[in-house]
């Protein structure tokens, strides 16, 4: 009995050793892999969705290696989720550094090309911050603006069109085709216009070319349409007059050509 005791732990032996062995392979190589560092993620607005997500895409995606993006159950779990992936991505905010969304299951690093959130303001800035939770290291992006304001339009162009039967000038603006409705959307967050607490985003007034009066404007256009359909009563028989288009999210102003009537 005592032989055959003997043998049965010279046979463990080896499996101990094995086993042994392994576990160190195991450990050098996540030590390995862990000496690799990634270039921090470039990041840039793509577009906005109708359900009013912002999609936002990391430019150099492809120096990432899916290995980054493995199911790691030896981790802690994201929610519910023991599966979640070995890296995950959060969405900041630019100005508060807080957190907006986050991403915890991507499975492979052409996934950073469709990351997204859904913002609480029209417009704003965001970062992004790459954690690889195996080796514990952050890669942080760079900050972009998203929404409204990254658009720009050109300025618009005006032409007199004709004098209707009660004396008003229509002035329509020829290039509408390059705004986007969402400029005449209505806006609560800011000033209302008279009585209106919801009038458009972007007013349009009329100004006296000589003089630069304000003659008359439009607060409450529904969309880009609208803008070919703009007039005013002049106090003269003829005159000169100019447009500024007024963007109240951005600040901007688009200001026209002059145009005699």
């Known amino acids: ?30 030590g390995a892999c862990c000496l690799l560092n990634y270039p921090d993620p ?28 493995v199911e790691s159950p030896d981790l802690p779990p994201c929610g519910d989720n023991p599966n979640s992936s070995r890296t995950w991505v959060d969405i900041y ?21 469709d990351i997204w959130f859904s913002p609480g303001n029209y ?40 004098i209707d039967n009660d004396g008003r000038v229509y002035i329509p603006v020829t290039n509408w085709v390059d705004y986007s409705d969402n400029l005449f959307r209505q806006a609560p967050e800011f000033p209302p216009c008279g009585l209106n607490t919801n009038s458009a ?17 439009f607060c409450a256009l529904g969309t880009k349409e609208d803008l070919q359909d703009i007039w005013f009563k002049p106090d003269t028989p003829s005159g000169s007059v100019y447009i500024i288009m007024h963007d109240r999210s951005c600040s901007n102003d688009y200001k026209s050509n002059i145009v005699t009537y």
């Open 123 to 162: 417009s704003g800035q965001v970062y992004i911050i790459i954690n690889d939770r195996k080796c514990k290291k952050n890669y942080k992006s760079n900050t972009i603006e998203y929404g409204e304001c990254v658009d720009s339009f050109p300025d618009p162009v005006i032409a007199f069109d004709h």
């Open 1 to 30: 009995m005592k032989k055959m005791k003997a043998t049965i732990k010279e046979k463990q032996k080896p499996v101990v050793f094995k086993k042994a062995f392994w576990s160190i392979m195991v450990l050098l190589f996540v």
């Open 201 to 217: 985003r972007t007013w349009v007034e009329i100004y006296n070319a000589k003089t630069d009066v304000r003659i008359y404007g």
């Open 93 to 113: 905010d630019g100005a508060t550094d807080a957190k907006i969304y986050g991403f915890c299951a991507l499975d492979e690093n052409e996934s950073l090309q």
């Open 42 to 69: 470039v990041i840039q607005f793509d577009h906005q969705d109708d359900e009013g997500r912002m999609y936002i895409s990391v430019v150099n995606w492809s120096d990432y290696p899916d290995e980054l993006f």
